[in-house]
């Protein structure tokens, strides 16, 4: 066996620790693709890490046939591959924007902790099988996502909750929803990152920040010293983050219901009509794959639900909560006791009278986010003069120093995962290696377009272009010459 070296490529959006790093051990590139190929779907992971044993014309010549792969994986999965380069920046920027948006008052997700104590909660998902009409809101405590809120208005009732993560606009669906007259009667949870069509809502406004969204941390400990603000980690889907809110709530039994997680015929989403852009779905998708079903059997499913699936066992292996789970068909998740809805009715009966939990909005000590932008640009001035001076070193000590939470400059490093991601990669290289050199130079070149960005998002706009097959295979060539200098 020769030496090994190491090769990082990198794909899509980040799934956190499941599957988030992949390692895989290979004495050729054949081997790697073999694996590659039959076990994981590219667009869905953040990077494969490759620890390949041989020369380095055998690690030339798989990242060449990774590219290739990649080239193909981005004609099918771009939406999964803009998320390193829109994704991170366009979550930054909105969560900058919503601190000077929102008013002096809000109400914030901690005033809810344990309202809903020993209380039958029921996360209404967006599964073909969902069945709205076996929902009873007046024997169950209901959240719903936007979508599935939608159908539930639809048939007459408002959700007791409604949670909205994504950072998208989703242009008409927030006008949809504010047309029916119930909707004045929701409490939305929303994080910072929501788009801005999501300010303004009816009803009350609980706002908490994503463990995966870094300005989210930066700003929760900034409002620290005044302000209890939570961070929400999600497992990708807005259920996931449903359901992680909803043993904040203190909610149990905890239940699910739309939890598919698979096709229903040529359809893996309850209605064409909620999803909007969201609504071409193919069988043959690359990544397709069978899962053990509800009731027995197989179900087909995709790798990206298969992660969700495998993100409520895991967290189900560790919840105190009583689990269940009331999607009637799709895939099966142990740790949850499947039993319809109905079922849950008459076993855990809503207690009559149950009080609606009274909160009030308290102040909001907004960050004074343009005088740390101010600063976070004195750092990065500092940073490239380093660079342009040769001392790496230092340049690099300064890299890490912004990295930190409690750094002005952790604003910058938010809107450049990518690059922050290839400096902790290759950061086993001594700060004078080339391969190092290079990675220090991206990421000085990304915070001067951070600057560019956080000044926009203070003016009031966001502009970030989204990334083209052009951008990433150029991200590919770059790694290509990065993995040739080490």
């Not at 004495?27 to 380095?56: I, K, M, T, W, Y």
């Not at 300064?398 to 902790?424: P, W």
């Not at 700060?431 to 000044?455: E, S, T």
Request: overall charge neutral; aromatic content about 8%; charged content about 20%.
């Amino acid at each position: 066996m020769g030496p090994h070296h190491r090769v990082v490529v990198w794909f899509g959006r980040d799934h956190g620790p499941l599957p988030g790093k992949v390692v895989i051990h290979a004495s050729s590139p054949a081997e790697f693709l073999h694996v590659a190929v039959e076990h994981v779907q590219p667009g869905l992971l953040e990077n494969f890490e490759c620890v390949l044993a041989g020369d380095r014309a055998r690690v030339q010549a798989l990242a060449t046939d990774l590219l290739e792969r990649y080239k193909y994986a981005s004609r099918l999965a771009h939406f999964d591959l803009n998320t390193l380069g829109w994704t991170y920046k366009i979550c930054a920027l909105q969560s900058i924007q919503k601190v000077r948006q929102l008013p002096e008052r809000i109400f914030t997700l901690d005033q809810l902790i344990d309202r809903h104590r020993d209380e039958t909660l029921l996360i209404i998902g967006a599964g073909p099988s969902i069945g709205i009409e076996s929902i009873d809101p007046r024997k169950i405590v209901t959240l719903a996502t936007t979508r599935t809120a939608l159908l539930c208005l639809q048939a007459g009732w408002c959700p007791d909750y409604i949670i909205h993560i994504d950072p998208d606009p989703f242009e008409g669906l927030r006008e949809r929803l504010l047309s029916f007259p119930q909707i004045g009667r929701a409490r939305w949870l929303l994080p910072l990152q929501v788009h801005s069509n999501f300010l303004d809502l009816p009803g009350q406004v609980f706002w908490f920040g994503s463990r995966l969204n870094p300005v989210s941390n930066w700003i929760a400990r900034q409002l620290q010293p005044h302000l209890r603000f939570p961070l929400i980690l999600s497992g990708g889907s807005v259920s996931c983050c449903a359901f992680t809110i909803s043993e904040f709530l203190g909610a149990s039994p905890l239940c699910l219901i739309g939890q598919d997680l698979s096709y229903l015929g040529p359809s893996k989403y309850s209605a064409t009509q909620v999803l909007d852009r969201y609504t071409s779905v193919v069988l043959a998708e690359p990544d397709s794959l069978y899962l053990p079903a509800i009731g027995g059997g197989k179900v087909e499913t995709t790798m990206d639900y298969m992660s969700y699936a495998e993100w409520f066992v895991r967290q189900a292996q560790g919840s105190r909560r009583k689990l269940i789970n009331c999607t009637t068909r799709g895939v099966h998740l142990p740790g949850f006791e499947h039993v319809p809805v109905q079922q849950v009715y008459e076993r855990y009966p809503r207690p009559p009278g149950r009080a609606r939990p009274d909160v009030q909005p308290r102040p909001f000590p907004r960050p004074d986010v343009p005088a740390a932008l101010a600063r976070a640009r004195a750092a990065c001035g500092d940073l490239n003069r380093r660079v342009a001076a040769g001392d790496h070193a230092a340049a690099f000590q300064r890299i890490e120093n912004m990295k930190h939470i409690d750094a002005d400059g952790f604003i910058l490093t938010a809107c450049a995962q990518y690059e922050s991601k290839i400096v902790a990669y290759f950061s086993h290289l001594p700060p004078d290696h080339p391969g190092m050199k290079r990675c220090i130079d991206l990421f000085a070149r990304a915070l001067d377009d951070a600057v560019g960005l956080l000044d926009g998002a203070l003016d009031g706009r966001i502009d970030v272009p989204p990334t083209t097959e052009d951008i990433i295979l150029e991200r590919m060539e770059t790694l290509k010459e990065i993995n040739s200098l080490t």
